[in-house]
């Protein structure tokens, strides 16, 4: 077992990069806020932030298809015992048996075990009952991780997913149907492993419950991965917080994207919080720094003339109950003026982020592209991609990238299709494709 100290709360700072120039007549305004919580995570050692303690649910699938090869299922069950391993004592935990059903492994009764040594090995020992057969059924496993994560009243909750097939025993709408009755109410970090399963089903899961994806090609690296997820699990100090947006009158929301580690558009997830202002769910924080590029549209102003485009908070919900507290906060501001140089500069921070977000969705779209046989578009894509991966120093997916296609000139984007590609690496690709590099500053 990992001896990991309780956390503490973090704290938070925001950090404002944008050019606030505009020329006469602008209105779009951009801004990368930075924002980082420190002190938290597993340095701490008086309890949690909030209150109420951590519950993590792990998510087995064990429909038939685990059992082909025979080491996905056997994988599973190690990758399962290991991540029970590395929780900390006092954390709440269950063990979930995923078919076209969802069963409880451990402990049982519709209620959640608290970590200790003892009842570690009760889970490890019920471990070994677990076998394959049946169907795949994912929005029913994801209902009752969240009924056992809210019986308890705990402040941190998360899940971990394995899965290796397609979600073929209920409807995608029963899925999206599952999928918001959840968000919100607990992060979930979800695996595919194996090449049989469809990476928009995995990666749309761990997008709409603030987690991560990816592939573990090889069942032999399933321990090693779960471990990891829990480790970063059992970091987490403070959760379910928003990052809040207030404009004054006027100012229009252009967006609101995550940028890094990972892409993700926050803007259709905004919950009003009064006037003038809106809530985007960032989730659950340990010790960490997250990217969020925002942009706004200003009204016209004369030059000379300046305002407050946007305020930017950090809020906690209180842990007694009472209004959400702020943690931090930045400014975005708007100066017009006539000079060119001032006016034209692209913040580079910025600029290095618009880079990263058209390098996921031309990822995207040229592996869609190949799929329906559209060479050309594939190619232009994918092209296109390598020369934005190569500029912004994103040396891994580069790496993938060129598992794809053969690389002529990675600085004009002059690419090939390989004549095969490997499912894994393609699907790797695909999976990671949202994944970022931090600005250099």
Same mark, same amino acid.
């Given at each position: 077992?990992?001896?990991?100290?309780?956390?503490?709360?973090?704290?938070?700072s925001v950090d404002v990069y944008q050019n606030e120039f505009l020329p006469e007549g602008g209105r779009e305004v951009s801004a990368i806020v930075t924002v980082t919580s420190t002190g938290g995570g597993t340095t701490g050692v008086s309890g949690y932030a909030d209150g109420g303690g951590a519950g993590v649910v792990i998510m087995v699938d064990c429909s038939?298809?685990?059992?082909?090869?025979?080491?996905?299922?056997?994988?599973?069950?190690?990758?399962?015992?290991?991540?029970?391993?590395?929780?900390?004592?006092?954390?709440?935990?269950?063990?979930?048996?995923?078919?076209?059903?969802?069963?409880?492994?451990?402990?049982?009764?519709?209620?959640?075990?608290?970590?200790?040594?003892?009842?570690?090995?009760?889970?490890?020992?019920?471990?070994?009952?677990?076998?394959?057969?049946?169907?795949?059924?994912?929005?029913?496993?994801?209902?009752?991780?969240?009924?056992?994560?809210?019986?308890?009243?705990?402040?941190?909750?998360?899940?971990?997913?394995?899965?290796?097939?397609?979600?073929?025993?209920?409807?995608?709408?029963?899925?999206?149907?599952?999928?918001?009755?959840?968000?919100?109410?607990?992060?979930?970090?979800?695996?595919?492993?194996?090449?049989?399963?469809?990476?928009?089903?995995?990666?749309?899961?761990?997008?709409?419950?603030?987690?991560?994806?990816?592939?573990?090609?090889?069942?032999? *690296? $399933?321990? &090693?991965?779960?471990?990891?997820?829990?480790?970063? @699990?059992?970091? /987490?100090?403070?959760?379910? =917080?928003? !990052?809040?947006?207030?404009?004054?009158?006027?100012?229009?929301?252009?967006?609101?994207?995550?940028?890094?580690?990972?892409?993700?558009?926050?803007?259709?997830?905004?919950?009003?919080?009064?006037?003038?202002?809106?809530?985007?769910?960032?989730?659950?924080?340990?010790?960490?720094?997250?990217?969020?590029?925002?942009?706004?549209?200003?009204?016209?102003?004369?030059?000379?003339?300046?305002?407050?485009?946007?305020?930017?908070?950090?809020?906690?919900?209180?842990?007694?109950?009472?209004?959400?507290?702020?943690?931090?906060?930045?400014?975005?501001?708007?100066?017009?003026?006539?000079?060119?140089?001032?006016?034209?500069?692209?913040?580079?921070?910025?600029?290095?982020?618009?880079?990263?977000?058209?390098?996921?969705?031309?990822?995207?779209? *040229? $592996?869609? &592209?190949?799929?329906?046989?559209?060479?050309?578009? @594939?190619?232009? /894509?994918?092209?296109?991609? =390598?020369? !934005?991966?190569?500029?912004?120093?994103?040396?891994?997916?580069?790496?993938?990238?060129?598992?794809?296609?053969?690389?002529?000139?990675?600085?004009?984007?002059?690419?090939?299709?390989?004549?095969?590609?490997?499912?894994?690496?393609?699907?790797?690709?695909?999976?990671?494709?949202?994944?970022?590099v931090r600005v250099k500053r």
């Amino acid at each position: 077992m990992a001896n990991f100290a309780k956390p503490t709360a973090p704290q938070f700072s925001v950090d404002v990069y944008q050019n606030e120039f505009l020329p006469e007549g602008g209105r779009e305004v951009s801004a990368i806020v930075t924002v980082t919580s420190t002190g938290g995570g597993t340095t701490g050692v008086s309890g949690y932030a909030d209150g109420g303690g951590a519950g993590v649910v792990i998510m087995v699938d064990c429909s038939g298809s685990m059992d082909y090869p025979a080491t996905k299922m056997r994988g599973a069950r190690e990758a399962t015992a290991a991540a029970v391993d590395t929780l900390r004592d006092g954390t709440s935990f269950a063990v979930v048996a995923g078919t076209h059903v969802a069963k409880e492994v451990y402990p049982g009764n519709g209620r959640l075990a608290v970590a200790d040594a003892r009842t570690r090995a009760e889970a490890k020992q019920a471990l070994r009952s677990l076998s394959a057969g049946g169907g795949t059924a994912i929005g029913t496993w994801l209902r009752l991780a969240d009924r056992l994560l809210s019986s308890a009243g705990l402040a941190i909750r998360h899940g971990i997913l394995l899965t290796d097939g397609r979600n073929e025993h209920e409807s995608p709408e029963e899925l999206r149907a599952a999928l918001d009755a959840c968000a919100g109410r607990f992060t979930c970090d979800a695996r595919g492993v194996g090449t049989d399963w469809e990476v928009k089903e995995v990666t749309a899961i761990a997008s709409a419950l603030l987690g991560t994806a990816d592939i573990v090609a090889d069942p032999a *690296g $399933l321990a &090693a991965d779960f471990t990891a997820m829990m480790e970063q @699990a059992m970091g /987490k100090g403070v959760a379910d =917080v928003v !990052l809040r947006l207030w404009t004054p009158v006027g100012v229009e929301i252009g967006y609101v994207k995550q940028v890094a580690p990972t892409v993700e558009d926050l803007t259709g997830r905004r919950t009003e919080a009064g006037p003038r202002a809106g809530d985007y769910p960032t989730g659950s924080w340990g010790d960490e720094s997250r990217d969020y590029h925002v942009s706004v549209r200003v009204p016209r102003a004369a030059i000379g003339q300046e305002m407050l485009a946007a305020r930017v908070s950090l809020i906690a919900p209180d842990p007694a109950g009472g209004d959400p507290r702020p943690l931090s906060q930045g400014l975005v501001r708007a100066v017009w003026t006539d000079d060119l140089v001032m006016s034209t500069s692209i913040n580079p921070q910025v600029a290095h982020y618009t880079g990263q977000a058209e390098l996921a969705d031309v990822i995207q779209q *040229g $592996l869609d &592209a190949r799929k329906s046989g559209d060479h050309d578009g @594939a190619t232009a /894509k994918l092209g296109r991609a =390598v020369q !934005l991966a190569a500029a912004s120093g994103n040396a891994d997916t580069a790496k993938l990238l060129s598992k794809v296609v053969d690389v002529v000139d990675a600085a004009t984007g002059t690419v090939r299709l390989k004549a095969k590609v490997a499912e894994a690496d393609e699907m790797t690709l695909e999976t990671r494709s949202t994944k970022t590099v931090r600005v250099k500053r």
